[in-house]
């Protein structure tokens, strides 16, 4: 038994499926998880002393690579004076600047702690500011656990939302409407029928929960136009996106205009952090200046600022992000040259620093349904095949791959061969 094994059954009499996050579990594509002893640059290494070259990047934050010495010693140091106060610190206010000075739409930022609590209250703040209960949301975007959206489309488009877990109240589900991705009519229908009902539109401006799906021009034009009709607030959800398209997050590269913005991720460098701000006279009516509540025993945690901090100094550095877009892209195109050369049917999805790969015959991915249709046994063999051989790619089709600047050219040709090896193998 590998240490992996023993440690995971261990796990599991303590911890629901032995994990704290459900996809840790590799349920998609079956064996063991591999349980991490420690990280550094683009590795890292298992319990069993095993090195791979990390694709999932704790799922997004790690934009730099791991361990970083810069935001390594920006934590220790600050860890120093104490872990948490409980009170302002002069660290949230840059971090609040920082990301002000950033994003084109951030007049004001409020700090949380995690993704989902971004949206959340980003939800609250919208509903709150509108006076309205509905929320359109697109299927196969996800914006974190809570309730209002955890819900699924119901039997048609525009019907009540049903919960997409249990536990989940029909009487929240039912606010919820759940749209398909990069489909402009059936979002201007919508508006059409229920506009003045709608407190918002929630979307990832790249979805990277549904692999790695881009917004068309077409689509990114009418969720701005349909909230700028009906008076919906756009909240753009850059959880994954943000400051991984450049220091504009997504908003910036395709020019898109959010009225709320969500974060987390890479602004907390790997430490639990998320905010949502956004223009100011919608973010005057969170408390204590306006009447919605929002509050956080940690929240604003000057470990956690200083960990996002020293990220942000770094990757605002000029140049950064011109390598990690290359080294993407070639990614992509090498591992499509060798999907080809096997014979294999398969595209990829690439901007900026994310990435999808889809086993299908489709030329194009563009929403959920298509998504679904790909191969899934075979993306389960090229998974495993890749872990065999030392690289570390998300254990799910339909979750996106991360670059980071410690991903090298050598890097880059290494996961190319590998990949190569085992398109071979999972051709037969
Ligand atoms: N929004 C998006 C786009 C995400 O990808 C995620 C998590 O992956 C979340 C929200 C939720 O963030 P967290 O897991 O930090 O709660």
């Not at 590998?2 to 704290?20: C, D, K, M, W, Y």
């Not at 059936?186 to 549904?210: D, K, T």
């Not at 889809?358 to 993306?379: G, I, L, S, W």
């Amino acid at each position: 038994m590998t240490q992996s094994e023993t440690l995971f059954q261990r796990a599991g009499i303590h911890i629901p499926g032995g994990v704290n996050s459900p996809v840790r579990a590799f349920k998609a594509v079956g064996g063991t998880p591999v349980f991490i002893d420690k990280a550094d640059g683009p590795y890292l290494y298992d319990v069993d002393g095993k090195r791979y070259i990390d694709y999932v990047l704790s799922w997004g934050p790690m934009i730099m690579g791991h361990n970083h010495p810069r935001v390594r010693d920006a934590v220790v140091q600050r860890a120093q004076f104490g872990l948490s106060y409980g009170a302002p610190t002069e660290l949230e206010i840059q971090l609040a600047e920082r990301i002000c000075a950033a994003l084109p739409n951030m007049e004001m930022v409020r700090m949380v702690n995690s993704g989902t609590e971004a949206t959340m209250s980003a939800l609250r703040v919208a509903r709150g500011y509108t006076g309205r209960d509905a929320i359109v949301k697109f299927e196969g975007c996800y914006h974190g656990h809570s309730d209002s959206l955890l819900v699924k489309a119901g039997s048609g488009a525009l019907t009540f939302g049903v919960p997409s877990s249990p536990g989940v109240p029909a009487s929240i589900a039912e606010h919820t409407i759940t749209l398909t991705y990069n489909d402009p009519d059936g979002l201007r229908e919508c508006f059409a029928q229920r506009g003045e009902e709608i407190a918002c539109v929630i979307v990832e401006p790249v979805c990277g929960n549904m692999s790695c799906i881009l917004p068309t021009p077409e689509f990114r034009q009418a969720l701005r136009e349909v909230c700028d009709q009906s008076g919906a607030v756009l909240i753009l959800d850059e959880v994954m996106t943000g400051f991984r398209f450049g220091t504009a997050g997504a908003q910036g590269y395709y020019g898109i205009e959010a009225d709320l913005t969500a974060l987390g991720k890479i602004i907390g460098g790997g430490m639990p952090v998320g905010a949502f701000g956004g223009k100011k006279h919608i973010m005057e009516h969170v408390s204590p200046l306006g009447p919605v509540y929002q509050a956080g025993t940690l929240s604003g945690n000057p470990i956690a600022m200083a960990s996002g901090l020293a990220t942000l100094d770094i990757i605002s550095a000029d140049g950064f992000y011109e390598p990690l877009f290359a080294h993407t892209e070639a990614l992509c195109q090498g591992i499509q040259a060798e999907a080809d050369k096997a014979g294999i049917p398969f595209t990829t999805n690439y901007a900026g620093t994310m990435f999808g790969l889809f086993f299908t015959e489709e030329e194009k991915v563009q929403n959920y349904q298509q998504v679904m249709a790909c191969d899934t046994d075979r993306f389960k063999r090229f998974f495993h095949s890749m872990l065999d051989q030392g690289v570390y790619l998300a254990p799910a089709s339909y979750e996106a791959g991360f670059m980071s600047s410690a991903h090298t050219d050598e890097h880059i040709e290494l996961t190319i061969e590998a990949a190569g090896k085992a398109m071979v193998k999972i051709a037969q």
